[in-house]
């Protein structure tokens, strides 16, 4: 029984196969976009365990030099190993050259953690190369194809398993190549030790312990940006549902009068909400397939694109090749089948309380129910209740996003209301009969477009906030980073021996050499680097101040305090005048905070003097020179035939903003794809509905045609009719763009990445959006209003005849 | 004369076969005639009324609507005869839902610019719609509707009435006032009135009388 009334309900489909690709395809493109997203984040997250896994550092405490120095002595090792200490080398550092860079592992094969090795390194035929000169590197094989042919870099080896961006190199010549001779990044501490071995003070005073790296190192800063796609995702999800749901909504309207016959024949009403639910796992399954598929291509196009906005961003490197991972296309499947679920709940649940006897008619699609309208604005005005509570009380990211997405759902919910106000005022104000008629039954139409227009005001609002945070980022960006970089040219010594001879043959020939030295270590329990400035003119003139005093630039170069970034401010929670306990022992009051747009890291600016004294050993190889921007060039030929400074160590300020600007360039295209395709979601929104509403349509246009209107002027008036509620929906989408951006940047973005970002307003964006999304709705509108005025004339009369 | 109609031939296309319907009608109305025309159901009425309206064209044959052509008119000259020529009152009476009783009544006055809101409140007074003004069609009973549809062709005063069973759910009492009303205005006027009825009584009172069978007039 149950086998026949299937097939019953499933014909439907066979006469409706427009119905059935809505349907399918609004539910495949959700997916899509979601479990596009998901992929890009599993491969993510892949990587950066496999990063934090290189040589078991996951698993390992490790010995670092202490007080933040960047390197240690590789005596140390020898003199660790003699006295019993099992204890590896290791080396790291970034290698580049011409544009073109990688991280450097050096180790020692013979002592390293076996499992984490490539086991090919041990293998007789190789470890001859490994460690002679040129020696051999060992990447992951996408790395390793990446590098082929660049010169500097010992011949290339690929191996299975390893993190994508590093080379596994031997450490004498990871030495050569990183310019470090005799020296060492820290000593892995192998899980072997023997039972008694002297303390580490007595050997090596100048060592800590560290734990081992945590797995979420990576993970923690990059989390934000994360979550950040999976929002959009969820968006563009959300906007998927609408499809679904109004198409699910429509097919059950359509078959009412079946489901009374079925009824009526002694199907129980049991039965048959099993059947259709059924039918919706069915439609799910299959649209969920192809959304995964879709998914995969989009996570595909726009990985590389995010793993460069990672690298850049937070300097993790993901693998820009994507893998089939379970956990994503069975998490796809599965909001597809709860999206699915959603969608079709209320019509199952109708159904359920339905009476045998109800009209059989579909109604509840064309009639314009004051009530829902009033009880839609109740829920609306409850979750803006919500969101300003978020916006009080919130805290952190978590509390952002229940303000967004409290606040979206709310005005979706409450645009019917509005529309309809604003079309009552309309017919008000509307003079000729036929005006008249227009209004009226604009609004008579809204219920049947009310979805579609909910996810053209998500999309659009999303759209304008999204927009306007790049925007108004961007503007920041390059206004900070003109402030941030006044040196015309910026030079890296290869030794600091070279770095002394530097200093003397540039001082007469420029205005002024400025150090750039810095340590890293550790400030209230986060890794920060120091950097010292020296007493110049150019940082009172030109480093953006957040917070300080008139001579927070003196207090510095006495060497009687400190400044920091935004991040490490709002991190630490710091106010002016608290004392801060530097690595090493020493304590700075805090007299400033300086804006630090992009850097996950957090910083701290000692005077230059106060730098060397607490840290002696720090890196003195990097100068920003202030010269005649017009003598750059020269500087450069001359820097280079005296010194032979290959030209990856001197680097211009109009490379620098360059090479900063296309990190966001990039960060802003994967949002910007993303936009598009809700847009794109949207308007397919838009398109269904109007084409499904055009057939149920006919007996509310038949009479005004037969009173004297032509075909062609109703379609032209059905296309005005999509335009005006696209533009109607885009008044109400401005205001809620703008508190959506709003909230991005003041609330999500300084919980994400701890900065806080003004905002501008860009009127022209929202004029060409509406002018886009005019023509999104016009075409959308576009087939049912050629259907319209080419319908031939007796199929309108058969409206009159079929009235009744 | 206000219509001449010269065998018109009509067939509908139903289920993939031709039924034709009119097999050559030939009718004419002079200003100030009114004509029934009666036949069984399904025998074509309704059709040979959708023909004269321009709401349709004719397979063959020929309709002149006071001096226009039908046959070699454009859409939108179509449009514009149902909107200022013809009153069509539809058997179905196809009222526009998104409108109030008094925005149906008036509208096609308004679209053909002869809005006149003296008249339309004296035929809301006497097709007895006072106090239904503010409702819309949905909120109306089948005889009611019918009167608003009377009421919204009467309203623009039209040169030829087109009326598909105008009483057909109207007791006889409302019937014959509606009757009245259209009477009047034909000989005010000076315009014609083509009626489809069922009854002999009404029929009886109009000056001339056809009768459809076989897709013909007898
Ligand atoms: N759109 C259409 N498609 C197919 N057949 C149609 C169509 N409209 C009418 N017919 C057929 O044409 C014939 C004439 O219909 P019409 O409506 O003109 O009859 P009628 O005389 O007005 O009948 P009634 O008295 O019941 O109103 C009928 O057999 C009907 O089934
Ligand atoms: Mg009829």
Redo the contacts between chains.
């Keep these: 029984m149950r086998r026949v009334a299937l097939s019953a309900l499933l014909a439907h489909w066979r006469r409706h196969p427009l119905q059935l690709a809505t349907l399918l395809l609004g539910l495949a493109l959700a997916t899509a976009l979601w479990s596009g997203v998901q992929a890009i984040n599993a491969e993510a997250r892949a990587s950066y365990a496999r990063a934090a896994g290189v040589l078991g550092q996951d698993r390992l405490e490790s010995l670092v030099p202490a007080r933040g120095l960047p390197h240690l002595d590789q005596d140390i090792f020898v003199s660790l190993r003699r006295a019993g200490w099992q204890v590896s080398p290791l080396l790291e550092g970034q290698w580049s050259r011409a544009g073109i860079s990688v991280q450097i592992v050096g180790l020692d094969p013979f002592t390293a953690p076996r499992s984490a090795l490539p086991g090919m390194i041990l293998d007789e035929t190789r470890i001859t190369d490994f460690l002679a000169p040129p020696g051999l590197a060992y990447g992951a094989p996408e790395t390793v194809a990446a590098l082929t042919g660049v010169v500097g870099l010992p011949p290339l080896a690929a191996a299975e398993g390893m993190a994508p961006g590093l080379l596994f190199t031997d450490i004498g010549i990871a030495q050569s190549l990183l310019r470090a001779e005799g020296r060492l990044s820290r000593l892995l501490i192998l899980p072997d030790q023997p039972r008694s071995r002297p303390e580490l003070a007595a050997i090596a005073p100048g060592l800590e312990r560290r734990a081992p790296i945590e797995q979420a190192d990576s993970a923690q800063l990059t989390g934000s940006f994360h979550l950040n796609l999976t929002a959009f995702g969820l968006l563009s999800f959300a906007v998927g549902l609408f499809i679904v749901h109004s198409a699910i909504g429509l097919a059950f309207e359509q078959r009412r009068p079946m489901f009374r016959t079925l009824r009526a024949l002694g199907l129980p009403l049991r039965d048959l909400v099993v059947v259709l639910a059924g039918e919706v796992v069915l439609l799910a399954l299959v649209a969920g397939l192809v959304g995964i598929a879709l998914g995969y291509l989009i996570a595909a196009a726009l990985l590389p694109d995010v793993a460069a906005t990672l690298r850049g961003l937070y300097g993790a490197t993901v693998s820009g090749s994507l893998s089939l991972r379970p956990e994503w296309w069975l998490g796809g499947l599965g909001m597809a089948l709860a999206g699915a679920a959603i969608a079709a709940g209320q019509s199952l649940w109708r159904l359920w309380r339905l009476p045998l006897l109800a009209p059989a008619q579909p109604t509840a699609w064309a009639r314009a129910s004051t009530r829902a309208l009033a009880r839609q604005g109740i829920a609306a005005g409850g979750l803006a209740l919500v969101a300003v509570l978020a916006a009080v009380h919130g805290q952190g990211i978590a509390g952002g996003f229940i303000l967004l997405g409290a606040l979206l759902i709310s005005a979706a919910l409450a645009l019917p209301g509005i529309l309809a106000l604003m079309l009552a005022g309309g017919a008000r104000l509307a003079r ?3 005006a ?2 227009f209004w ?2 604009t ?2 139409q809204l219920p049947g477009l009310s979805l579609a227009l909910m996810a053209l005001l998500l999309a659009l609002s999303a759209n304008i906030g999204v927009g306007t945070m790049v925007a108004s980022f961007r503007l920041t960006f390059t206004d900070w980073l003109d402030q941030r970089l006044p040196s015309e040219l910026y030079v890296t010594a290869r030794d600091q021996e070279e770095a002394r001879r530097l200093r003397d043959w540039l001082a007469p020939r420029i205005d002024a050499l400025l150090p750039i030295w810095k340590v890293e270590g550790t400030i209230l329990g986060g890794p920060v680097e120091i950097y010292g400035v020296a007493d110049h003119r150019t940082y009172p003139d030109n480093w953006p101040l957040i917070l300080g005093e008139a001579d927070t630039w003196q207090v510095l170069a006495r060497g009687q305090g400190m400044i920091v970034n935004e991040q490490l401010w709002r991190r630490a929670d710091l106010a002016l005048g608290d004392t801060v306990p530097l690595p090493g022992g020493a304590v700075r009051a805090l007299v400033g905070v300086y804006a630090d747009y992009g850097n996950p890291k957090g910083q701290v600016i000692l005077g230059l003097d106060d730098l060397t004294a607490l840290y002696p050993d720090v890196d003195r190889r990097r100068y920003a020179i202030r010269t005649d921007p017009a003598a750059v060039p020269e500087l450069k030929t001359a820097l280079t035939e005296e010194f032979g400074l290959p030209s990856d160590s001197m680097i211009d300020q109009g490379r620098v903003k360059e090479i900063s600007l296309m990190v966001f360039e990039r960060t802003f295209l994967v949002t910007g794809a993303l936009n598009v395709l809700t847009m794109a979601v949207a308007g397919f929104a838009m398109f269904t509905s109007l084409l499904t509403l055009s057939t149920m349509r006919l ?2 246009l ?12 109703l379609a032209r008036l059905e296309l005005i009719r999509a335009m005006l509620l696209a533009g109607l929906t885009l008044l109400v989408a401005v205001p809620v763009g703008l508190i959506l951006a709003w909230v991005l940047l003041a609330v999500i973005n300084v919980a994400a990445f701890g900065w806080k970002l003004p905002m501008h307003l860009f009127p022209a964006d929202w004029l060409w959006l509406g002018l886009l999304a005019l023509a999104a709705a016009g075409l959308a509108a576009a087939w049912p209003a050629w259907r319209l005025a080419r319908l031939a ?2 199929d ?2 058969k409206v ?2 079929d ?2 | 004369m206000l219509l001449n109609i010269e065998n018109v031939e009509k067939s509908h296309v139903s289920g993939g076969s031709r039924v034709a319907v009119l097999r050559g009608v030939s009718l004419s109305l002079e200003a100030g005639e009114t004509v029934a025309l009666t036949g069984e159901s399904g025998s074509g009425k309704s059709t040979c009324l959708h023909l004269c309206a321009g709401l349709d064209r004719p397979d063959a044959g020929r309709i002149v609507v006071v001096g226009c052509d039908l046959a070699r008119a454009d859409d939108a000259t179509l449009a514009g005869l149902r909107r200022g020529t013809v009153g069509l009152i539809f058997q179905q009476f196809n009222l526009i839902p998104s409108l109030t009783v008094r925005a149906n009544l008036a509208f096609q006055a308004r679209l053909s610019g002869r809005d006149d809101p003296d008249w339309c409140g004296e035929l809301a007074m006497r097709l007895g719609l006072e106090g239904l003004h503010d409702r819309y069609p949905e909120q109306l009973s089948g005889g009611q509707q019918q009167r608003v549809a009377i009421g919204r062709a009467l309203a623009a005063r039209p040169a030829l009435i087109l009326a598909d069973e105008p009483t057909g759910n109207l007791d006889e009492a409302t019937g014959d006032a509606v009757l009245d009303l259209m009477l009047e205005l034909v000989a005010e006027s000076g315009a014609g009135l083509l009626m489809v009825t069922h009854s002999p009584r009404l029929a009886g009172r109009l000056g001339r009388r056809v009768r459809l069978t076989g897709g013909r007039l007898a």
Excluded at chain 1, 702 to 713: E, I, K, N, Q, S
């Design positions: 000729g009969a036929l008249q008629w009226a039954d609004r008579q007996p509310q038949a009479p005004v045609w037969a009173l004297g209107l032509t075909r062609r002027r004339p007796s309108l009369l009159f005849a009235e009744r």
